[in-house]
């Protein structure tokens, strides 16, 4: 357990509740396995959230007789209330704890996606991806949120790590599962099957998920104090190197994952099962660049680790410019340096995560809210705006990853670490 942590402060909860939270081995302070699968299971909804709607995009098109090009504001919509809606869920979670706001984004996801699944028209799938978002954002939020309550900046980034390690086949499972499920049912089907998973992993946590922040450390939710408090988040310079250099390494992935359906099925009229396997080998790296940041936290600085990661995250891009230069209408031009990207991505965002939620202890949800905001609202801008200077080309699509990736390792190596507020 941490020793500066809340648990530890405030002796708001019994020895009994502490014990039942955190394990002490020789090795530090790691949480619990039950613990540890579960944290790893909440955060799994973001990917599958959005790994998992790719492959339907093309069939909900047809089926609706929505445009190709229209059909991406389904993607859209969940990220931007997903973007939106964590700034208020930190503030929420520091005044009323953090079980019942992941409570409640459960039973809201849940009941989102069976809106989904029923849909009768585009404008009610759209509502039903926002709501979606709503609810993804309070349990994804929370989730890394427990595990700074409880461990320290660099026990929270090995566990970190670990958890992106043990969700990470999720990203390439997703699609394929999303895919098949298109091809048997209908473009239906995988949004019924998100809220089963949801279903599921909320059953499981009820006895598992436990109450990390005490009355003692809880703030009052006043709008005029909780603007000050964002306030003073916002013009923290040491905060904000981590939270652009994390949104901008991550928009790599959601250009790809809103623009490749385009392109490999669009133009290179493979089909949405093909497509469904190449999406899910885009994000194997990220298993591997997960394991791979768990190990180098214990011989190299947070700060060390995440400027290794963004350099293989522009050594990918750089490769992936010069492929599809070479070769434009080749699938595998995209899909293998996309696999070198994620695993970039893997070494960087347990770090990320660490690095920001240690700079403000005594606000780790509304910090937590602030670098979730960052992520998904700057990679909703740029997917955005690229789609509007995109030619729907295989080096249109490069470039535009190659812009993230170049952000991103600007971002780490002139400012983490080296701005002080």
């Known amino acids: 357990m941490r020793p500066d942590g809340p648990l530890a402060e405030a002796g708001g909860l019994a020895?009994?509740?502490v014990a039942s939270v955190v394990v002490t081995s020789a090795?530090?302070?790691?949480?619990?396995?039950?613990?540890?699968?579960?944290v790893a299971a909440l955060t799994a909804i973001l990917p599958m959230s959005i790994e998992g709607m790719s492959p339907l995009l093309p069939a909900l098109g047809s089926d609706l007789a929505i445009p190709?090009?229209?059909?991406?504001?389904?993607?859209?919509?969940?990220?931007?209330?997903?973007?939106?809606?964590?700034l208020f869920?930190?503030?929420?979670?520091?005044?009323?704890?953090?079980?019942?706001?992941?409570?409640?984004?459960?039973?809201?996801?849940?009941?989102?996606?069976?809106?989904?699944?029923?849909?009768s028209d585009f404008a009610l799938v759209v509502i039903a991806r926002a709501l979606q978002g709503l609810g993804c954002a309070a349990v994804v939020l929370l989730a890394r949120t427990i595990v700074r309550d409880l461990l320290d900046r660099t026990d929270a980034a090995r566990t970190l790590a670990l958890v992106g390690a043990l969700y990470g086949p999720v990203p390439m499972l997703a699609?394929?599962?999303?895919?098949?499920?298109?091809?048997?049912?209908?473009w239906r089907a995988p949004l019924f099957g998100m809220g089963?998973?949801?279903?599921?992993?909320?059953?499981?946590?009820?006895?598992?998920l436990p109450e990390t922040l005490p009355r003692a450390h809880r703030?009052?939710?006043h709008p005029g104090k909780v603007a000050a408090s964002l306030g003073a988040l916002a013009r923290s310079k040491a905060l904000l190197a981590f939270v652009f250099g994390n949104a901008f390494a991550y928009s790599g992935l959601f250009v790809f994952s809103s623009v490749a359906p385009q392109v490999i099925v669009g133009r290179f009229g493979e089909s949405a099962g093909h497509y469904a396997i190449m999406l899910a080998l885009s994000t194997i790296g990220f298993i591997f660049g997960s394991i791979a940041s768990n190990r180098m936290i214990r011989t190299h600085s947070l700060e060390a680790t995440v400027r290794i990661g963004t350099l293989i995250q522009l050594g990918a891009v750089t490769a992936m410019i010069i492929a599809t230069w070479l070769a434009p209408g080749a699938w595998a031009a995209l899909v293998i340096p996309e696999i070198i990207y994620t695993l970039g991505w893997g070494v960087v965002q347990p770090q990320m995560q660490a690095g920001a939620l240690s700079l403000h202890p005594r606000a780790l949800g509304q910090t937590s809210a602030l670098l979730g905001f960052g992520q998904l609202a700057i990679a909703g801008i740029i997917v955005a705006v690229f789609a509007q200077f995109s030619t729907g080309s295989s080096l249109s699509l490069a470039c535009g990853i190659?812009?993230?990736g170049a952000m991103g390792m600007i971002c780490t190596w002139a400012f983490i670490g080296r701005v002080r507020d």
Do not use: E, K, N
């Open 68 to 86: 190709r090009v229209d059909v991406a504001v389904a993607m859209s919509a969940f990220v931007i209330a997903f973007a939106a809606a964590q």
């Open 27 to 38: 090795g530090g302070d790691r949480l619990p396995r039950s613990l540890l699968f579960l």
């Open 89 to 119: 869920c930190g503030m929420l979670a520091d005044a009323v704890g953090r079980r019942p706001v992941i409570y409640g984004g459960l039973v809201l996801y849940i009941a989102a996606s069976l809106l989904g699944g029923a849909a």
């Open 219 to 221: 703030l009052p939710l």
């Open 175 to 186: 699609p394929l599962l999303s895919g098949g499920l298109v091809m048997l049912f209908g």
């Open 15 to 17: 020895p009994s509740s």
């Open 402 to 404: 190659a812009f993230c």
């Open 196 to 208: 089963l998973v949801v279903a599921i992993i909320m059953l499981l946590s009820l006895r598992t």
